[in-house]
Structure formats: C-alpha cells, structure tokens
C-alpha cells in the first residue's frame, strides 16, 4: 500500500479526515522552506503539499503567485525542490508528500527522469495544474512504472462525463477545487460542499480531498468532515508573507506563526471528526 | 468510401497543409493542445463545439460578412509600394493595408467573428489581454458596438507605453486593468485574463487575440485572420495575374501573419516569411525571438517555442513593440517552421525604428512598430530579388499609438 493511501486509510479508521497543509518550496529560501517542511508533520500535517515555484503560475491568486516568486529568487528549481523532500525522508518515512505546480518545468527536466527522480526522492503523488487528462500521456506510463500518483483536480464546472473521464485517470487521492476561481479567493459554503462531494464520491473509490478557499479551522473542520480531507494554502503562505522583514527576509516570528497555525487547523479537524455522508 | 473520385478528393485534402488540427487539438501531433486547469476544460470544450457549429451555419458567415464589409471597412487595399520598390532596386513591393481597418489594424477581424461567436453562445462579459493595446481597443470596440460588458488586462509596463491605446479603451468604455505581475507586459496580461476566466466562468467569454492558447483558439483565430491573405491572394492575381513569390509578416503571437500565410499553405512556390522581434538582437539575451532562440514548451494553454531557462521558467521577452513582447508563439507557426513550410527571420528594436521612419517618409504611411518589423526585413531582402519577382508585406497596423515612443527613441521631446 502507498503511503498516500494508507495514510488516508489509519485516518479513516480514526474517524476523521485529513490537514494537507501547503508550503512554497524555497519559500523565501531554501533552509527555512526545509526547516518548516520538517517541522509540519509534529504540528499536525497528516500529508503536505509542496509547490513548485513557476514563472506563470496561471491559476493561482496573488498570494501563491508572490510565494512562487519569492521560491524562484531564492534560487529554486525542479531539482532543488526534489533534493528538498529527500532531505526531509531522512527523518521522515511515514508522512505523504505531494508535489504541485505547472506541466513546463517538468516537461523541460523530462517526463520519465522527473518520475523516477521524484519517487527515489521520496515524493508520492504529483498535481500539475495544466495537465488535463487529454494530454497526460506524457505522464502516465512513466508515473506508473516509478509508482508516483497523479493526482487528478476536479471542479465545480465539472460534469457528471467529464467526472468520470477525469477521474479514471485518477491516483492517490482526488482533489475537489471547491470553487470556480483561483486559489486563496472565495470559500464554499458547507452546503455547496455537502452537495458536490457525493457527485464526486459516485465517480471514484479515491479519498477525497477539498482545497481553493479553505482558511480558518471551521473551514478545514468543515471540509475535512464532509471529504475526506482539506487542504490549506493561500491562508499559510499569507501569514508567512506577514513575518518577513523588509527584504523578504525570513525572521525568527516565522516558522512559529505558521507552525502555530498548522496547530490550530489540526485541532480543530482532530476534533470534527467524520460526518456519515 | 468506393468511390474514385471521393478517394482522390480525401487524398488531397490529407496532404493540403492547410487543415484543423487533430483531436487533441495538436498541429503535426505536437505544438498547441489544451493545457488548461480542469475549472477551464469544460469551457474550452463548449466553445470548440459552439464554434464547429457557428463555422458549419451559412447564417453566422452572412453576419460576419456583413460587419466585416460595413463596419470594419474590408477588403483593404493592396497598394503597390512604388517608391520603396524604386528606392530598394529588387521585388515589386506591395503593402496589404490592414491598417486601414477600422481601429487600426487586424485585429478587428478575429475580434468581429469572436464577439459574433460570444453573443451566440449567450455570454454577457468580455474579457482580454493586451499587448501593444491593438486588442484591447478591437475589443472595447465591438463590446461598445453590442453593448457588452468589457474587461481589459494590461501590463503595466505596456499601460505606460501605450497610453493613447489605454485612453481609447476607457473611451470605449472598457475597464482596462493595469497587470504589475512579471515585467507587466504581455504574458503577464494573458495571466491574469486565464484568472479572470477561471473566476468568472457562468457569464465570461475570454476573447484572446492572437493564434495562441488553449484549443480551439489557435486555429478559430486563423480562420478569422485568415480573410487577409483570401484577399490577397484575388487582389495580387487581378493586379498581377499570379501568386505573389514572398509574403512577409511580423510576428509576436502571430495572428496577421497566420492570416496571410495560411491561404498560401499549399501554394509551394510562395516564400512565407516571419519576422520575428530580435530586441537588441536575437543573442543579446534581450529579445522576443521564439522560434530562432526559444524550444518548446507549453505556457498559457498551448504547446510551442517558448523563451524559457534550462529549468522551464518562462523568461521575459524584450521588444520595442509592445505587440511583439511576448515569450511564445501561436503553435501552429512552430509546425510551420519545424516542418521548413515558412521561414522565421529577426528584426532589431533599431532596424524597425528605421524601417519605421523609412516607410513613413517614401509611402506616407505610418506603420505600427510591430509591422515595421516586417518592412524592416523586406528591405533586406528586396534588393537581394529580381525585379520581376513580387512580395507582399502585410501591414497589419498603423503607428499613430508609436509616435510617442519613437520620439523618444530618436531624442524628440512631443
């Protein structure tokens, strides 16, 4: 069993779902990007995503854009990013790691080398914003032979065909974008999620993770509760943007103002449990 | 299929260069596709079928006839440049003159069959990205014309450079968002118009200007630009009673040279020739050369040459031209040059100055910088041509919005 399964299957057996918190790689350098990846799972990370920083990063808001930028002065690349999460395996067997980002740096180092690279690294699934099944090919046979899941993202524009489509192309787990809109903006309504979520349950046995407008503890609570996870981004990176001095340097209020938030999100998901759907 | 001649007519059209791409939307199995997040892709699928249904409706070609003679003003001239001819010793110039065009330049063309497109698929806000503003303002227009809510994304950069353009915009009643992401040029306005789109699905229709992103844009934006070289291709036979031997054309994204080009794609004996914007010049690292100094790659929906670093981060293009600022090209120009149909070529920020001022002072036409580029070529090449030999330069716009930015260039204070 992979770890992004078998993570998302102890949890269920707990009886709640799970805190997919997110950090921009090298964001704003690579030790402090290092030190928080590190120090996520004993905050309450039950998996982690990493973004890799791109130059155009089309469907993301103000906030991921800056963190992006911020990675890419910093001195980041695809292989930086990989040496990043092999760092981190060296404490760290157990927790999931999810790599997100934009098809053309992963194009540009190779379909099957970044594959390989990424699961001897220690990545376990894989989310390119850009890259809809119709033009995956690329990424298929080679992610499949290095045992890496694509992680597919579903939409509330999606329909009940291009559900199934989507989804058949689908690992690991299914990302639900809550809304139609780029990431850190609008937030879905509990009600919108209790009904999106069984549309998406009826076209795939993956767990299913909610993410785009997920901020406060009520909201991972909620989502988490409904799916079967939530994933938070916009909302860390913003208040990690918040401790950086007048460089955009890192400060030592950093990495405890996010950790203290992680905390907090994961108390609150800890303590909603599972709603029967 | 038994029958001879169906057979022979199915042989043809197999080997015409000029076809739709395949199912996935690729040109020659590899440049274009849709790259798109999964929020877009039900979107761009709609908009595929819309417009397969729109291009089969003898009653949408009708409307689009219509407003394209009453209101765009076409056919444009084909005028024969006979003191540039005279002056440069070589091909017979003539200039396709597109920017008499209502608006000023080509773009009109691909935004009338759009908005056309928009209106019959009941979409009530518009938005863009533009560059030199060209776009920008064929957009404002139409969306004026038909009382349409209208959304313009600019860089900044260009927002400065452009400010005749950006005034017109607001004139026109568009909403004209200036974009500080990036180099806030070109790339970063298309950016932030995909954000816009993905946020504002029910009711948006995203008009994107240029043989660019995701498909069915590269080819829909052909077909529409296509009219000029149909045009010319009537105009140079009455004029000449034959095909032209070079047609020239700038090239950013590349929509006035797909247009020209693309009637010509089966006619070998036709040199088709893109001149691409080479900056301070194509190996100064500042430059907005694509094909000649980018690989492929995909950005903004599509697969094509792109200006990025070994790891795939997009670079920042460099041009005078605000229209030619951009690290891509429209895909179907990358299969065009990989398969040696059309030649891609540079022009400087300098030599388009000249040509600029060159065209000017011997036609009286004021070309737009993004045309002198091609001018700037076919002064090169003419002299090298017999005399009996004919090339058409298409001059997709005029250069009134450029005047303050060649002053300055030439040490004019206005």
Not at chain 1, 246 to 259: C, F, H, I, K, N
Request: net charge negative; proline share 5%; hydrophobic share 45%.
């Amino acid at each position: 069993m992979s770890r992004i399964a078998k993570r998302f299957s102890d949890l269920a057996a707990q009886g709640r779902g799970a805190l997919i918190p997110y950090l921009e790689a090298y964001d704003p350098d690579r030790e402090t990007s290092l030190a928080l990846l590190r120090a996520m799972p004993a905050a309450g990370a039950d998996l982690i995503e990493i973004g890799m920083p791109f130059s155009d990063p089309s469907a993301d808001g103000p906030v991921i854009q800056a963190a992006a930028l911020r990675g890419l002065k910093a001195g980041a690349t695809l292989a930086g990013v990989l040496g990043m999460v092999q760092a981190f395996r060296e404490g760290d067997t157990q927790t999931p790691v999810i790599l997100m980002g934009y098809v053309n740096p992963v194009e540009s180092y190779g379909y099957e080398r970044f594959c390989a690279d990424a699961v001897a690294a220690g990545v376990d699934g894989v989310i390119l914003v850009d890259l809809p099944p119709e033009e995956a090919d690329v990424m298929e046979a080679p992610a499949q032979a290095a045992g890496l899941d694509i992680i597919r993202l579903v939409a509330p524009t999606s329909t009940v065909e291009r559900l199934s489509y989507v989804l058949s192309h689908a690992s690991g787990f299914v990302y639900y974008v809550s809304i139609a809109g780029i990431t850190g903006t609008r937030t879905a309504s509990a009600g919108d999620l209790r009904a999106a979520i069984p549309r998406v349950r009826a076209a795939t046995t993956l767990p299913v993770a909610v993410g785009f407008g997920v901020r406060t503890p009520e909201q991972a609570a909620q989502a988490a509760s409904i799916a079967d996870g939530a994933v938070v981004a916009s909302a860390l990176l913003q208040t990690l943007a918040g401790t950086l001095d007048e460089q955009g340097r890192a400060t030592d209020r950093t990495l405890p103002s996010v950790l203290e938030q992680i905390g907090a999100l994961a108390t609150a998901v800890r303590a909603a449990g599972r709603q029967t759907a | 299929m038994a029958n001879p001649m169906e057979q022979q007519k199915a042989a043809l059209t197999n080997s015409s260069l000029r076809h739709e791409p395949d199912g996935r939307g690729h040109f020659g199995g590899r440049y274009g596709g849709r790259f798109v997040a999964e929020t877009l892709m039900p979107l761009i699928l709609e908009l595929e079928t819309a417009y397969a249904q729109a291009k089969a409706d003898p009653a949408f070609q009708r409307e689009l006839d219509y407003y394209l003679k009453d209101y765009v003003g076409r056919p444009s001239p084909l005028w024969l440049a006979r003191r540039m001819t005279e002056k440069l010793g070589g091909a017979k110039i003539y200039l396709k003159r597109e920017e008499l065009n209502h608006t000023g330049s080509h773009k009109l063309n691909n935004v009338m069959g759009q908005i056309l497109l928009a209106r019959r698929m009941g979409r009530t806000r518009i938005v863009a990205e533009t560059g030199a503003g060209q776009h920008g303002v064929a957009t404002a227009t139409v969306c004026a014309l038909f009382g349409l809510k209208c959304v313009v994304y600019m860089g900044a950069t260009d927002v400065e450079r452009q400010k005749p353009n950006v005034f017109r915009m607001r004139l026109l009643g568009a909403e004209v968002v200036p974009v500080t992401a990036g180099a806030g040029t070109l790339k970063d306005a298309m950016n932030e118009a995909m954000r816009d789109w993905v946020a504002n699905v029910a009711d948006t229709y995203m008009l994107i200007g240029t043989v660019a992103g995701p498909s069915p844009y590269p080819a829909m934006v052909r077909d529409f630009q296509s009219v000029i070289g149909t045009e010319v291709k009537a105009q140079m036979h009455e004029a000449e009673g034959r095909l032209p031997d070079v047609v020239v054309a700038a090239i950013g994204g590349g929509s006035n040279a797909m247009g020209i080009f693309h009637p010509f794609l089966d006619d070998t004996s036709v040199r088709l020739i893109g001149v691409e914007a080479a900056g301070h010049g194509l190996d100064s690292g500042k430059t907005a050369a694509s094909i000649e100094r980018g690989r492929p790659g995909v950005l903004h929906g599509n697969r094509t040459y792109l200006l990025q670093n070994a790891d795939g981060q997009i670079e920042e293009a460099h041009s005078i031209s605000a229209g030619l600022d951009y690290p891509g090209v429209g895909p179907e120009h990358a299969w065009l040059n990989d398969i040696g149909r059309a030649e891609y070529v540079g022009a400087t920020d300098t030599e388009a100055l000249e040509a600029f001022q060159f065209c000017t002072g011997l036609e009286g036409i004021i070309p737009a910088l993004e045309s002198a580029h091609a001018v700037a070529y076919a002064m090169k090449l003419a002299p090298t041509l017999p005399a009996d030999s004919l090339m058409v330069v298409n001059l997709s716009g005029r250069g009134d919005k450029d005047i303050f930015t060649v002053a300055e260039h030439l040490g004019v204070e206005l």
